[in-house]
Nanobody, 122 residues
Framework: QVQLDESGGGLVQVGGSLRLSCASS????????MAWFRQAPGKEREFVAG???????YYADSVKGRFIISTDNAKNTLYLQMMGLRPEDTAVYYC????????????????WGKGTLVSVSS
């Protein structure tokens, strides 16, 4: 049984930083592709960042250079460090896991958290 639980969202001003956490149970990070997605009001869910084999990272063009995905295996936790936040980063952010190492589309993910809201404003 796999469970993913996001936390760390909140309200932040433009240019600020937040770190999102995804506490996991029932899976081993080294055996899954781990990812962050986000969904803004009226928009489709989109890929933000992914990680395979703990240290192989993937980023959407919109967040490259600003966001960092990482893990703490001892704590079974996935992180998303977000810097230089912009209003367009406002969304519900979801943690997800892919057991098949397929691709980074929402439909490729096998497990999802319930999301944490990030709101960016001046």
């Amino acid at each position: 049984q796999v469970q993913l639980d996001e936390s760390g969202g909140g309200l932040v001003q433009v240019g600020g930083s937040l770190r999102l956490s995804c506490a996991s149970s029932g899976l081993t990070f080294s055996r899954y592709g781990m990812a962050w997605f986000r969904q803004a009001p009226g928009k489709e869910r989109e890929f933000v960042a992914g990680l395979r084999w703990i240290t192989t990272t993937y980023y959407a063009d919109s967040v490259k250079g600003r966001f960092i995905i990482s893990t703490d295996n001892a704590k079974n936790t996935l992180y998303l460090q977000m810097m230089g936040l912009r209003p367009e980063d406002t969304a519900v952010y979801y943690c997800a896991a892919d057991s098949e190492y397929s691709d980074w589309r929402p439909e490729d993910m096998d497990y999802w958290g319930k999301g944490t809201l990030v709101s960016v404003s001046s």
